[in-house]
């Protein structure tokens, strides 16, 4: 096993609150109770490890991996990009970073999403990758679209892309959301709200990258994601799992 190192500290005080009185269903999600503090297991610290066996061809593109291949998605094609980084930012290789997202029109391949807007006969909404050795990532998809969503009397949840990332242990899982840069809905959504600090908000919007476009095709948009640290990136409104 890799020696990484003692582990920085954790400062718990920049992490969002669990219970946001604006955000509907952190009010029954949320705990009552003092969190207890817990020593990790070493099955928590040293598996199960992902090989790069379970990776598909087209996991990683997300406009052809529902069809096969067979006909591309509807929408605005996009690359999302970056590097995985530890607490010191070093690159974190063969970490399995995976995304679910919205189609074009804002709406999931969810049973229980009924929102108007059209499925995508050729839009799953999820893929996965795995790190190379310098710790970087791409997946090539469509811009997901906003949508609507049951809060308050006209809530509607910016464009974004669902992040899970497994590190080299179980416990290293850091799940996040990645915004867009300009999207004027981050201004107004309960979620993003429980990030008070507007830097610590920042690193979770991905600022366009022209460098990485490619002319007549798709944009691209550059999120690094740094696991524990000073820089890491914000979790889902709770704390990480070590």
């Known amino acids: 096993m890799r020696d990484l190192g003692p582990l920085i500290p954790r400062n718990h005080s920049v992490h969002p609150a669990a219970y946001a009185e604006d955000y509907k269903t952190s009010v029954t999600r949320s705990p009552n109770l003092p969190l207890l503090s817990m020593e990790s297991t070493p099955s928590e610290e040293t598996g199960p490890v992902f090989g790069a066996e379970l990776i598909g061809e087209l996991d990683n593109n997300l406009i052809l991996n529902w069809s096969k291949g067979l006909a591309p998605a509807v929408g605005e094609r996009i690359l999302v990009h970056g590097h995985v980084l530890d607490e010191n930012c070093r690159p974190v290789p063969n970490a399995l970073v995976e995304i679910w997202q919205a189609n074009a029109g804002g ?136």
Not at 158 to 182: A, C, D, K, N, W
Not at 208 to 220: C, E, F, N, T
Request: charge should be positive; hydrophobic fraction near 35%; glycine fraction near 8%.
């Open 107 to 242: 709406r999931y391949r969810h049973v229980k999403d009924t929102y108007f807007a059209p499925l995508d006969p050729n839009f799953g909404g999820c893929g996965r990758t795995l790190t190379d050795e310098g710790g970087y990532y791409e997946f090539l998809t469509i811009r997901p679209g906003a949508y609507p969503w049951p809060n308050r009397a006209n809530d509607w949840r910016p464009m974004h892309i669902h992040f899970s990332i497994f590190g080299h242990s179980f416990g290293q899982r850091l799940v996040t959301q990645m915004y867009f840069e300009g999207d004027p809905l981050i201004a107004h959504c309960p979620i993003a709200a429980t990030v008070k600090e507007r830097s610590h908000l920042d690193r979770l919007v991905a600022p366009l990258d022209l460098s990485k476009s490619r002319p007549l095709d798709y944009l691209a948009y550059k999120f690094d994601i740094v696991l524990r640290g000073r820089r890491q990136t914000m979790f889902e409104n709770k704390l990480e799992g070590m």
